[in-house]
């Protein structure tokens, strides 16, 4: 046989196949392509939208530029500014501490114990993913009126973690159960107290799901607004309060330079726990392609 | 099926997982890999069914090339360590799975579902849920399942691991039962050489990513190629004896040659052994072993024991 | 243990069971404890009460199950093109970080008469002017309600599904292609089927959340039929205290309709859990 037209069919089989391959993958890293495109490009027009002075009909880019949205988005001026920021992250950070230390306690008596209730708890959990936000909100707000905790910041932050409970039980659920208890038993067994167990073990098996819970608390409590609206009473300016009349206001350059603003802080936010998880190890597809 | 490799290469996320492996199954053959834990067996049965392509190299069956082949129509089935079955599907459904990809009948595929899983003696659990099985019953469902393929080869990735060590005894007779009634040819992945020795025709020892030596049982533990082959076998699972009229003996032990594993026919008359065959029966290997086959095992300085699988 | 989040959902419970208590007349804060379903009869006989419910459940049920069919096929895709971290980041996590009225705001930039989407269409000769576009803004088919929430739950049903995907796409997909099937097979009676509890739970929280949120649909929404939650804010904002119980009793509709589908959801995740303890 000619020996190089059989070397040039061999690779010509396995290079047919690797085509296929590549092909596939390549079709579907386009469709996510597009997906990303659609993505992004809601987020770009806020962008170009927040530094836009003029932009008549029907161009497709804006005439003039100015900055004077984001000047007056941080400015201070009509209740809004620095002040406004740090609260709603202030409130946002509590809520997500509190919600995920509940969640994670909850988690662990859902997958490591066996007790009486516990799938009317394990139901009762997704109660606030069920019944709207906000027929809780204005059922809760007559509540929280009488014991003295509308308008008030820890209602308010009892009011987010409530609703955000179920997200992070959802979030932590599956990683409890796969870190099972084994290793707390051999810390244990190794003369581990129940705090050195807690910061050396527990906590670490867990940080990926704890950071992402904390991560998800954190944005439902910052962008939350109709709970906010009525249990805050007006008196709990956050963020969202002051953003959102001007959504429906005929300014788009200044809705646009809040909303951006706001995208800059939450997505800030966000990096920050994701360079967390990153730096704290957590691969979970570490091992999926190996 | 005749199954080969040649001249495989293949390197994954910066590094060499194989490296210029070739190696040749006869048909109707049971073969071995052996080796560490990271040596690129388990890569090996990928590329062969397909599921990861090599760099370089070729895969034949029958001396035709399958490079161009995918997975689904090569017609390899694989027994993954970690079983996998479908928990969507009850057990009949499991085992009925590749003929239904095959387009057989509907009646047909459940009657031969059933008789797989006659021949994995687990003929009335065609109803259960397989998280309801044991684990080792799950295993036999895989087996059942992969057999209902009719595969050309059936490529068994360290099928028994994740099983007790009873278990695993009864599995490799099984296994090994299983082969000799359906006669498919066969590719196993193992890092356990008493295993390796007792159920294969050929056994092929890689080593980061090379195949070090290729041979019968008895080549591989007689005459090693390397100190890694030596060390996998323990340095010494063989024991000096005795072969007189087709049988072995040493000291008290008697075992028909047929069911020696590995035998040296050049030290005839005073020859090694090694280790019985999985489906050798008792009283042959030795009267002192309660049941179940058994590999003579040699330890320098120490009395040889018999050692029941 | 579970104390913390019992106390956490005891509010919750009681927060809207007072709410729904007062749906039926009962203030105790204002001296009125007498049992009444004159509002519920006020609610439901009310002539734009049919509406507002079809229209919630109309956009509810549409952008969930689009988002939820768009969802599964961003997470094969993804799970099919091995994508990096960085691009879930960016298609996944983006989405659902960024807050649904800022998606509005931008639907609203994009596809209002003087948006960038009619300017293309104008630049191509396709509209005239800023006027033939169909409005984003109080369009009765609610397009623009939809189109929010996709944006946002396409990522956040491909959040909920992809890891679980990734995991059985890898063991049993592969496990399936083995045995004969091919790649699309192999998703359709392997992979999908086992991801079928992640994918109605996403599912019913996309649904449930569109259909009880007032955002969306108070800066989108046409003038009449109004969304369940906007109607009932309206009620609920109206000075004279007594509308309040009317409120009550539209916030009782509404989650009357959410028990259903929790109903739904506990037999699912029962199923689900007797068939994730058999997982191996």
Known sequence: ?290 | MQLALENIDLRLGGKDILRDVSFAVDDGRFVSVLGESGAGKSTTLKVIAGLLPQDSGRVLFDGTCVDDVPTHKRNTAIVFQDIRLFPNMDVRQNVAFPLKMRKVPRAERLATADRMLAAVQLEGFGNRRTYELSGGQQQRVAVARALAAKPDALLLDEPFSGLDEQLRAEMRQLVSRLHAEFGMTSLMVTHDADEALTMSDRIIYMSDGRVVQEGTPADLLLRPASDVVRAAFNDASSIEGRVEGGIFMSGKLCVSLADLAAYDETRAGDAALVGARANAPVEQVAPAIPDGPAVLVRVPDRTPFVHAL | ?280
């Not at chain 3, 108070?218 to 409120?247: G, H, M, S």
Request: proline share 5%.
């Open chain 3, 1 to 280: 243990m579970v104390l913390p989040a019992l106390l956490l959902l005891g509010v919750f419970v009681y927060g809207v069971g007072s709410g729904i208590i007062q749906g039926f007349g009962i203030m105790p804060f204002l001296d009125r404890t007498e049992f009444t379903l004159e509002y519920y009869e006020q609610a439901l006989t009310r002539a734009d009460l049919l509406g507002s419910i079809m229209f919630s459940l109309y956009f509810s049920f549409t952008s969930a199950i689009l988002a939820t069919v768009g969802g599964v096929a961003l997470s094969a895709l993804m799970t099919r093109a091995r994508t990096g971290r960085l691009t879930r980041l960016f298609g996944i996590q983006v989405p659902i970080t960024t807050m649904h009225a800022v998606v509005a705001l931008a639907v609203i930039c994009l596809f209002s008469g003087a948006g960038l989407f009619p300017r293309v269409l104008h630049v191509l000769g396709a509209a005239p002017d800023a006027t033939s576009f169909p409005s984003v803004v109080g369009a009765p088919s609610g397009w623009g309600i939809i189109a929010v929430y996709l944006w946002k739950e396409i990522p956040f049903i491909a959040f909920m599904t992809i890891t679980i995907m990734m995991n059985i796409s890898s063991t049993l997909g592969e496990a399936a292609r083995t045995l004969g099937a091919g790649s699309a097979r192999a998703f359709f009676s392997v992979t999908l089927p086992l991801c079928r509890g992640a994918i109605l739970r996403a599912f019913l929280v996309v649904f449930a959340f569109a259909f009880g949120s007032y955002e969306i649909p108070f800066l989108l929404e046409p003038t009449v039929p109004k969304a369940l939650p906007v109607l009932a804010y309206i009620e609920f904002q109206d000075p004279d205290i007594i509308n309040r119980c009317y409120a009550m009793a539209l916030n009782g509709i509404m989650a009357g309709i959410c028990t259903v589908l929790c109903v739904v959801y506990y037999v699912v995740l029962q199923r689900d859990g007797k068939r994730k303890r058999g997982r191996r």
């Open chain 1, 1 to 290: 046989m000619n020996a190089p037209l059989e070397k040039r069919n061999r690779q010509t089989l396995l290079e047919k196949r690797k085509r296929q391959m590549r092909r596939a993958t390549a079709i579907a890293r386009t469709l996510v392509g597009v997906e990303l495109a659609l993505v992004a490009l809601p987020l770009l027009v806020i962008v170009v939208w927040a530094f836009t002075d003029a932009w008549p009909w029907p161009d497709l880019w804006p005439q003039a530029f100015s900055a004077r949205g984001i000047e007056q988005a941080l400015s201070g001026r009509q209740n809004m500014g620095w002040d406004t920021l740090a609260l709603s992250i202030g409130i946002a950070a509590a809520c997500a501490v509190l919600t995920t230390a509940v969640a994670a306690l909850a988690c662990r008596a859902l997958c490591h114990f066996q007790w009486r209730g516990r799938d009317v708890f394990q139901f009762a959990t997704i109660l606030p993913f069920i019944i709207p936000s906000t027929v809780f909100a204005m059922g809760i707000q007559v509540v929280f009126l009488q014991i003295g905790l509308a308008r008030t910041v820890p209602g308010v932050i009892l009011a987010h973690s409530i609703v955000a409970l179920p997200y992070a039980i959802i979030l932590m659920t599956d990683i409890t159960r796969a870190a099972g208890t084994h290793r707390e038993e051999a810390a244990r067994s190794l003369g581990a107290g129940p705090w050195q167990m807690l910061r050396h073990v527990t906590i670490p098996q867990l940080l990926p799901g704890i950071v992402s819970s904390l991560s998800m608390c954190y944005i439902m409590s910052f962008s939350q607004y109709f709970l906010t609206l009525l249990v805050g009473g007006g008196r709990v300016q956050t963020f969202v309060l002051v953003l959102f009349p001007y959504l429906s206001g005929g300014d788009r350059t200044i809705a646009c330079a809040y909303s951006l603003v706001f995208l800059v802080v939450t997505f800030a936010v966000f990096l920050i726990f994701e360079l967390l998880l990153r730096r704290f190890g957590a691969r979970e597809e570490g091992s999926l392609y190996g």
